[in-house]
């Protein structure tokens, strides 16, 4: 039984986070994971998979989280060089 809760879904009498839901379903259909999903894979979604399938499934999730985190020190780090640009022009 699933349940719709705003924080998450209940699922299996546990309460999962709606964005880990988006990670997994889109691993479990073949389908790209969403570009700025960190969601996580469900534990118990992923364990109905052969062991060859949960780690590529892993290693597919660790990837996706890897580039948003890329993604987001890349674009803190250039506004930290723009903002010390800026400064710099000021002086």
Not at 13 to 38: C, K, M, W, Y
Not at 60 to 88: F, M, P, Y
Request: hydrophobic share 50%.
């Amino acid at each position: 039984m699933y349940a719709l809760w705003s924080a998450g879904v209940v699922y299996s009498g546990r309460q999962v986070e709606q964005i880990d839901v988006a990670a997994t379903l889109a691993v479990l259909f073949a389908v790209p994971v969403p570009v700025n999903s960190l969601g996580v894979l469900i534990d118990e979604a992923v364990t109905a998979l052969g062991i060859a399938d949960q780690l590529k499934a892993a290693y597919i999730n660790a990837v996706q989280i890897l580039r948003v985190a890329e993604a987001g020190l890349t674009d803190h780090t250039q506004s930290k060089e723009i903002s010390g640009n800026v400064s710099s022009s000021l002086q």
